[in-house]
């Protein structure tokens, strides 16, 4: 599995993005696709993350400003990023199991397929 992501940029405060990741290969039934992020000195930390069920996951975080969804039919998730504040600043990996279970969902050392990381930058 090949995961390509896109759409980080630069955006003010309070403004919105949106991420995409495009999956390519065998998915599977219990394919789950999630985002972690890491800002530059801090520890990668998770996002968000949905099974294809579209049960989702978020970080407290970032609960009531970013939704992750998906399309199953183009293997796309999205993440659509509102109220951006400057400490999500920050590169945004696009992640992928075919087994993760859900208790799991938190941790990136679970995730078997990762994409090319893509910077979103918040300005004040």
């Known amino acids: 599995v090949q995961l390509q992501a896109s759409g980080g940029g630069l955006v003010q405060v309070g403004g919105s993005l949106r991420l995409s990741c495009t999956a390519s290969g065998r998915t599977g039934s219990r394919f789950v696709m999630g985002w972690f992020r890491q800002a530059l000195g801090n520890e990668r930390e998770f996002v968000a993350a949905?099974?294809?069920?579209?049960?989702?996951e978020y970080a407290d975080s970032v609960k009531g400003r970013f939704t992750v969804s998906r399309d199953s039919a183009k293997n796309t998730m999205y993440l659509q990023m509102n109220n951006l504040k400057v400490e999500d600043t920050a590169v945004y990996y696009c992640?992928?199991?075919?087994?993760?279970?859900?208790?799991?969902?938190?941790?990136?050392?679970?995730?078997?397929?990762w994409g090319q990381g893509t910077l979103v930058t918040v300005s004040s």
């Open positions: 949905i099974d294809k069920s579209r049960a989702t």
């Open positions: 992640v992928a199991d075919t087994r993760i279970i859900r208790s799991s969902w938190y941790d990136d050392r679970q995730y078997d397929y």
